[in-house]
């Protein structure tokens, strides 16, 4: 029997049993509430806007804030929005509306109750970000040095602060806007303190206010905040802009040097008249690229720094470059080296990660184009021919997608030796698709793993695939697979670059089986490496 969703009246009905009365819908269409939080000692008029669709939790505001509390309290705003819950920390069932709504009531009770008694201040420095201010500063700094910084805005509500102007530049360019001209004076400084909001007189309004809450926080800190401000309105700046780097949180302030407050006397001293000042807050949104490749790797490495060699710009080496890219690679002083000879053909469109705006551009620098578009300002470099006559230079780590096994063997013997060796290639049709890092000697290389006697051992299934050619003639065979294949085999390629980075490689050889119709007989391993391969022999 389908299930039929609970009609309003119903909630409604539920909610009177509460104590809660329907007022009217509100400008979004929500229906609005009127009851009580029943807490230990008092309960307190409050206000419910719920969806009509019945399919998200009710927001709750006090109807009034309860008096005589600090100006800033845990989980509840200047308006009396109540927050009970963490966006995303719980799903609301929308099956059950009526129940999941007085678990809300409940849950907001609960939390107003810790927070009139002071339970929860600690919280505060959770929310910093959310009390602190709207107007932002886009922060492209790779190095995180302290000191100046070149800074930019956009008519005085957003700002750009970076360490690079060229590789921020682009970034900007990228998204159609480039670097304004208007320039601000602005400089870094750095503290072990998190920020903590005050509980009255919230946000600062002055430098003096600001400074005297920094000192709460850092002495040294606002120490070295105020000196450099001095410094600035002593050589007659028209405006700063301080950015403070602090544990998971990065804000700041923006003064205008040029204003001159009402109620100074004739001959106020340089630091009274600085600390006058209004400021403005500004919250710090990074874009460097060490923060976007590390953001989704909490406790990991990344790519940033080293220098990667990718052969083939393929189906595989495609979708590779551009998680390479994602993972770091070519920045922070590192260099991602693209390396293919052919160009993008109509017939390669159905499973690369290229389009047809690229068609009959060669692979490896179409492909660079790409990641300078998604990636602005990565060090990418494309070397068009064959691998065996080009100088990649120093590696860290050399990865082969062709999928070519002749290729692939003569690169473990040219490369293995000296530098970790990556290969990934589909199996068959796309039944699987496979890896394997020969990061250590004592490790097999693929050319171990496909001749005898090892290859039966290694085999994926019990009963080999058989090879499917498609195509017209020599030049136009190919076999098919589609593009999911391709996908998986990089992203099985990207998990064991990962697990190479975090010092985990082992298992050195790793299957993802794709046609679940086989039996499979191969399990992930790190074999050893065949006596007398002459691939990879000592």
Known sequence: MKFQRVAIPDLTAALQRRGFSYLKRDGRGRLRYAGELCLKAKNYPCELAISPALDDFPRIWLTPVPPG???????????????????????????????????????????????????????????????????????????????????????????????????????????????PKTELKAFLVHTTARPM?????????????????????????????????????????????????????QYGIE???????????????????????????????????????????????????????????????????????????????????????????PGNLGRHRLGFNALIKKKAEAMCEELWRVAPGIDAVAVVGDVKDANLGPLNLLIDATGEQGLTDWLTWQYADKVPFLAAWVEGTGAAVRALIKAKPEHACARCISQPPLK?????????PEVIMKGHGCEGLYVPFPATASVQAAALAMEMVQAWLDGAESPSFRTRVLDLQREVHFKDCSPQRSEGCPACAM
Request: with cysteine.
């Open 456 to 464: 039966d051992q290694y085999r994926v299934f019990d009963v080999p």
């Open 69 to 179: 509390r600090p100006e800033l309290q845990p989980h509840l705003s200047a308006d009396g929005y109540l927050c009970y819950l963490a966006v995303g920390s719980v799903i609301f069932d929308s099956f059950n509306p009526i129940q999941q709504t007085m678990a809300c009531l409940d849950r907001a009770e609960q939390v107003l109750e810790d927070i009139l008694a002071g339970k929860m201040v600690e919280d505060l420095a959770e929310e910093f970000h959310i009390t602190w201010g709207h107007r932002w500063c886009m922060l492209d700094v790779a190095e995180r040095r302290p000191g100046e910084l070149n800074a930019y805005t956009y008519g005085g509500k957003i700002s750009v602060a970076t360490d690079d102007t060229q590789r921020t530049h682009a970034k900007f360019e990228a998204i159609g806007l480039g670097l």
């Open 197 to 249: 909001p005050l509980q009255d007189r919230w946000p600062p309004k002055t430098v003096q206010e600001f400074l005297k809450w920094q000192n709460t926080l850092d002495p040294r800190c606002r120490k070295k905040i105020e000196q450099r401000l001095l410094e600035l309105f002593q050589a007659k700046a028209t405006s700063a802009l301080v950015l403070i780097y602090s544990p998971q949180v």
């Open 255 to 345: 003064v205008d040097l040029q204003r001159n407050p009402a109620g100074i006397g004739n001959k106020p001293s340089l630091r009274e008249t600085l600390y006058r000042l209004p400021i403005q807050q500004i919250s710090a949104c990074r874009i460097d690229d060490h923060y976007l490749a590390e953001r989704n790797l909490p406790g990991s490495k990344t790519l940033a720094g080293l220098k990667i060699g990718l052969v083939g710009c393929g189906t595989i080496g495609g979708y590779l470059a551009e998680m390479l890219a994602k993972a770091g690679a070519g920045t922070g002083g590192g260099r991602l080296t693209l390396v293919d000879m052919g160009s993008l053909e």
